[in-house]
């Protein structure tokens, strides 16, 4: 039996041997590529534009501190004693739909002419939201210490989002 057994594992060795061999001899003309992606799906649209930069910019001359990024994300704040905190977040991920999906009090408002949404922000204060893209967006959050309910938040949360629109990527 061990002569039968090995003559078995000797014609698999040769089939396994020959099935490589095959495997490995055909060509194919041409030059070797990644597979394409989808650059809408996975671009980030604000790439090159760092928030605390753009917030720094749109903030200067006005006695803010320096911008301060508050996460991993494209997120900054900027400082202002006595005043009260601006904020701008840069999402190419969300869209204003996942805003009105987790916030409260949502209205619907433009900018400059782009769709946006504008809501209260839950500690005190006012968010505005500007549609990029479908999947993206930019936000900009206005908390004074005047209180967490002074409609003034709200007028300076539109006049920074307008000053920030015309940076913002035109996507189509």
Not at 45 to 71: D, H, K, W, Y
Not at 83 to 97: E, F, M, N
């Amino acid at each position: 039996m061990t002569v039968n057994v090995r003559i078995v594992q000797a014609l698999a060795a040769m089939a396994c041997l020959a099935t490589t061999m095959t495997a490995c001899t055909s060509t194919v003309a041409g030059t070797a590529s990644p597979a394409p992606r989808s650059s809408t799906a996975n671009a980030d649209v604000f790439a090159g534009l760092n928030a605390c930069q753009v917030l720094e910019r749109l903030t200067a001359g006005q006695g803010f501190g320096p911008g301060e990024n508050i996460s991993r994300r494209n997120e900054c704040d900027v400082l202002k004693s006595e005043y009260g905190t601006y904020g701008l977040a840069l999402d190419p991920v969300q869209g204003l739909r996942e805003f009105a999906e987790t916030s409260d009090g949502v209205v619907e408002t433009s900018v400059n002419g782009r769709n946006a949404l504008q809501a209260p922000i839950p500690l005190g204060g006012c968010a505005i939201v500007i549609e990029v893209g479908e999947h993206a967006r930019a936000m900009v959050q206005v908390s004074l210490v005047s209180g967490p309910r002074d409609p003034q938040a709200c007028v300076d949360a539109q006049a920074l989002a307008e000053k920030l629109e015309p940076l913002l990527p035109k996507v189509q």
